[in-house]
């Protein structure tokens, strides 16, 4: 078990750092491979653009095809043609866009999740209140009676710095 008493504040201090560096070098790797998967998204939405783009010409040429056509075709006839064309046009957008979809939402599950660890991991580090915490009643106690801070350091075997921060903390000097 680490002593506290005798670990410097300093080697404290390096550590929190340490740990905050590396939670900010695994936040900077996440976007990076979070920045990945949304430039291939982009790149499936602009090709399903495309797609849409020549099916909009498609329809068109059938529409044209349909009006040369239409003595020849009754409008119920032209209906049925207009709605079969339409429906093997856009399944395959439909499907695409629900693809599309479910990887938006893996992504934003797996985000969120790991956005709470980050927020769980930080939550953990904190700085304490005070350097002992069970010595802080015992040294405002020595403090109010008089008793001067080399001789409560020396007493409680701490030093007169971590003295003098718990008295600053709680106010009294």
Request: hydrophobic share 40%; aromatic share 8%; no cysteine.
């Amino acid at each position: 078990m680490i002593n506290l008493e005798n670990f410097p504040l300093e080697y404290l201090v390096v550590a929190m750092a340490l740990v905050i560096l590396y939670l900010l070098y695994y936040v900077y790797t996440k976007d990076a491979q979070y920045s990945k998967n949304i430039r291939s998204v982009a790149s499936v939405v602009e090709e399903l653009n495309r797609e849409l783009f020549y099916m909009k010409q498609k329809i068109s040429k059938t529409q044209e095809s349909i009006t040369q056509n239409s003595q020849r075709m009754n409008d119920e006839m032209i209906y049925e043609e207009i709605e079969r064309s339409v429906y093997d046009m856009v399944q395959p957008l439909s499907l695409g866009v629900k693809q599309l979809q479910e990887n938006i939402n893996s992504i934003e599950i797996e985000v969120n999740a790991r956005v709470s660890q980050l927020e769980s991991g930080v939550k953990q580090i904190s700085i304490p209140l005070s350097v002992h915490g069970n010595d802080d009643e015992k040294i405002i106690s020595l403090f109010k009676q008089g008793v001067p801070l080399e001789t409560i350091s020396k007493e409680l075997h701490i030093s007169k710095p971590e003295v003098e921060f718990v008295l600053k903390i709680n106010q009294l000097k």
